[in-house]
Every structure is written in C-alpha cells, then in structure tokens.
C-alpha cells in the first residue's frame, strides 16, 4: 500500500478467514483517499467463495468459543481494546487515509470504537436468565440465554471501526462467532481490526472478514441457514432487500438504517448552546452520520438569532485533507455524494431557500470530493433536503410557530433515528420527547452516541440495540428449561 504506519502488520490486503490471511482473491480491487484521489491500497477480491468459507469456519469455532467462560471471553476482548489504544495514533492515520475524516474524529472514533470491546467484556458477564415460579407445583421453570451462533454483519463506511465493533463486540462476548463484511470503500480499516484481534487471542474462525463483491458475499450472508443472526448498518433500501432475504431461513435480524434527525429550536432556547449543538449533529463527519440533524425546525421568536449564531459558525469552517494539517471538515466519501448535496442545495434554492452561509475549502483540493459547509434560510418543509437524508455538510433553517406543529412536522417521516430539541423548559422537554416518534432523542444535546446508551430507530429506520445493556440482546435467545419433578 502507499500508506506507511508506525506498526505495519496493521496494513492488511486479503481476507481473514479462519486465522488466516487468504490474498488469493479473484483480483485486487483499490481503496481511494476521498480528499486527494490517491491510491491507498488494493484488496484482494473475494466473493462467495470465501464468504461460504468463513461461514463454515465461524461455524465450527462458535461451538468451542460459547463453551468458554464469559470471563475467559473477556479476557480476550479486553486485550482487543488495549491493543485498538496502543495503535490508536496508526489505526486513525489509516481511517483518515481511505475514509476521509479530519484525524481528531478519527482518533475519536477509535477510542469510540474500542470502547464497545470493553463494555462488551465487563457486560458479558452479565448476561442473566431468570427462574419463574412455576405455574404447578412441580414444575420448574428456567429461563436462559444462550448465543444465536454465527452471525454476519454488513457495515458501511462513515464510521470504518466503530460500526464494526458495536456488532461484532457484543456477539463475541455473548459466544457467537463472526463473518464481517466490511464497506469495500473502507476495507483496511476492519483488516486492521482483525490484525489487532489474531495478536489478542481471538481464536481462528470466531471473527472472520470477507470483502470484494458485495452482493456475491452478501447473497451468502443472507441464504446460508448456518448463518443464525444478521446484523446490518447502510441505507434503507439495501437493509430491506437484505432482511427480506433473511426470512427465508428466518435469522435473526438487527437493522441500523437512514435517518431524517429534526433538530427543533424553541423560542426559549439558550442560543448559542443551540448552535453549538448543531454544528456538533449536523457537521460531524462533514455530515455523513446516519444521526446528523437533517432539518431544523426553529420557532419564529428565535430563528433570526438563531439563524445568525449558527452562520457566525457555519463560515468559520475550514474543509481539507485531514492527512495534511489542521481541518474541520474532511472531503465527502465520493462524487456521487457531493453530486447529491449539491442536488439537495439546488432544489431548495429553487424553492425559495437563500444561502445564509458557507464555509471555506482549502486551497489545492481541487481533485478531492469537496463541498464547502452550507446554511440555507427559508427552506420549505417540502424541499428534498427536508424529505430525504442529505449525508453531507448543507443545512436548512425551516420555521414553525406553535409547539404542536413542531411534533407534526418532526414526525412526518419514514424515519425514526435520532431527534433533538432544545428549550429551557424542562417539562416541554420531557412531553415533546415523549412525542417524537425516534429511537433516540437529544435534549440540550447534539450528540447523543455513547457506548453505554442504546442506540437504534424505530419506523423506517431499523430495530435493534447497540451499545448498552440491550446491545446484548440481539445476540442471545431466550431458552426456557421446564422441569418436572414429581
Ligand atoms: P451507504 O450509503 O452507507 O454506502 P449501503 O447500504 O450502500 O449504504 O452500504 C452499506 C453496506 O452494505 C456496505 O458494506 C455495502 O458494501 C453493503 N451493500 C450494498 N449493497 C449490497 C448488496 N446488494 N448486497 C450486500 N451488501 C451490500
């Protein structure tokens, strides 16, 4: 690869498949760096192959790793976590390279990403049943939890590490074994995981990464009925596809999709908290989260100040190669999304929105997927950019005047992610929290992702927790042990 780390056995180009590492793939396919063009590395190419492969091979490690003592498990991914810290400075520089992010969110999201191996360490042991007084008086009735098995996960490229190990984490911890397919934008960041997990003791076949022909390996992931539990992170339209195939030998499914966050402003909110908080939820990841406020909604008392405190922000951020000095906004991951923001922009513009603001874009980043940060005024609530996820840095000022049409107007999506809303009165907090229809909603906050908070949607936008105590729960089921004992 053209990237040198301090720690090479980080820099992986073939699969890992049950303890190996198979280059031999059907040739290479490249990894770009979105802010410059330049080749970062090639992998190798593998398809179904190798995904049945790794199936078999989760299949047989699974049954010795479940029989292992939760604490013996979480020995192990505890060492993972260490060893994710100690190569913190080199797994951000590779994130960076093929994904994009400036290098502080990069060294974030590996801290982030690290820290769901050592909750899921501490949880796993944990994981209790429960014994239910029985309904005669010689029954017994036990309820456990046992591992589902093999589980898959598919996971993109916004977070190259974290969505990884949110999944793979609590799987492993519980007894389950793992065949990951990573995004094939941002494969070295999940081969460099694997690296760190073999030198922790992960045993051969209980993580497995296959990447290269997504829908040959995804088709495996999907029909293989050893394959018990799948758990995906992506867009709406490939997660439906996916779970649908999923019901043909009924697995267990978890499903993390596209968002549509309203961020919601009322007129007695502290104002420069507010526009602190959405440049935290709308810019992060020069807004390619899946929980980025996507629509403000502001009152009308406030949405001049509002709007004024928000541009005094949006114009002071600077876009460039995170690689390459101080940035606040690193390139988009592609040409066809900046094609969409720009799409999202103009057709708001079109209907009668103005530019408030725009950011600036560093000088010689001509050949990266660059767009400057943007803040529109007077979006109406039909523009696309209300209507559809933006995945990108452009926001949209939309107003409202009373508190029940704020409800209505947050609520009139598909989607069901993550909201936010800002007030000082704490019981409107409360009530409208209550009323939103998300999985998550922030109040006096724009960020709201911890590893010890649950995470996920509801509607449209998926089912299933990660993080937390509940994040175990899409990994287990529930056994019932009833004993007669006359
Ligand atoms: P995003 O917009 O985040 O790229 P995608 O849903 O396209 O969302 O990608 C998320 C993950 O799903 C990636 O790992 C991608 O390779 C995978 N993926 C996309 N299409 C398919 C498919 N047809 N079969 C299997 N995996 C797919």
Request: aromatic content about 6%; hydrophobic content about 50%.
């Amino acid at each position: 690869t053209a990237l040198t780390l301090g720690n090479a056995a980080l820099l992986r180009t073939g699969a890992y498949i049950d303890g190996r590492w198979d280059d031999a793939g059907s040739g290479t396919f490249d990894v770009h760096n979105p802010a410059t063009g330049a080749l970062v590395g090639s992998v190798a190419r593998h398809g179904a192959a190798a995904a049945s492969r790794a199936v078999e091979a989760a299949t047989t490690a699974q049954v010795a790793w479940a029989a292992r003592s939760a604490g013996d498990r979480a020995v192990i991914l505890r060492r993972w976590h260490d060893l994710m810290l100690a190569n913190a400075d080199d797994l951000a520089r590779l994130m960076t390279a093929e994904q994009g992010k400036p290098l502080a969110e990069a060294r974030g999201e590996i801290a982030y990403a690290a820290s769901f191996l050592l909750w899921f360490a501490e949880e796993a042991r944990r994981v209790y049943g429960m014994v239910i007084p029985g309904n005669t008086p010689t029954r017994r009735l036990t309820a456990i939890r046992q591992p589902v098995g093999v589980a898959a996960a598919i996971t993109p490229w916004n977070f190259p590490a974290a969505m990884i190990t949110r999944k793979v984490a609590p799987a492993l911890a519980v007894g389950c074994a793992v065949v990951l397919k990573p995004s094939e934008l941002t494969p070295l960041s999940a081969l460099a995981l694997a690296a760190l997990a073999e030198e922790a003791g992960v045993p051969a076949g209980v993580f497995n990464v296959v990447a290269g022909d997504a829908e040959a390996i995804g088709d495996v992931l999907t029909r293989d009925p050893r394959v018990r539990k799948f758990s995906f992170t992506g867009s709406t339209a490939v997660g439906k596809m996916l779970a649908a195939r999923c019901m043909e030998t009924v697995k267990r499914v978890s499903l993390e999709l596209g968002g549509n966050a309203p961020f919601i402003v009322f007129d007695d909110a502290d104002v420069e908290a507010a526009a602190d908080g959405a440049m935290a939820s709308k810019f992060r990841n020069t807004g390619q989260t899946c929980v980025c406020a996507n629509r403000f909604l502001v009152q009308d008392g406030i949405y001049d100040a509002f709007a004024e405190a928000l541009a005094r922000r949006v114009s002071a951020l600077r876009a460039g190669d995170g690689l390459a000095g101080v940035t606040d906004q690193g390139p988009l991951i592609n040409q066809a999304a900046v094609e969409k923001v720009v799409r999202h922009r103009d057709d708001a513009l079109a209907r009668g929105a103005r530019v408030l603001a725009e950011g600036q874009v560093a000088a010689g980043e001509g050949d990266g997927n660059f767009i400057p940060a943007t803040l529109l005024g007077d979006v109406p609530a039909d523009a696309l950019l209300t209507r559809e996820e933006t995945f990108g840095p452009l926001a949209g000022l939309t107003r409202f005047a009373r508190e029940a049409d704020a409800i209505r107007m947050a609520n009139d999506t598909p989607a069901g992610l993550a909201a936010y809303l800002y007030t000082a009165d704490g019981a409107r907090a409360t009530r409208v929290g209550e009323r939103l229809e998300y999985g998550m909603v922030g109040l006096n906050t724009g960020i709201i992702s911890t590893e010890v908070a649950p995470f996920g949607g509801i509607k449209e936008s998926g089912f299933g927790r990660e993080g937390s105590v509940f994040g175990i729960d899409d990994y287990v089921s529930i056994k019932l042990l009833a004993a007669e004992i006359a």
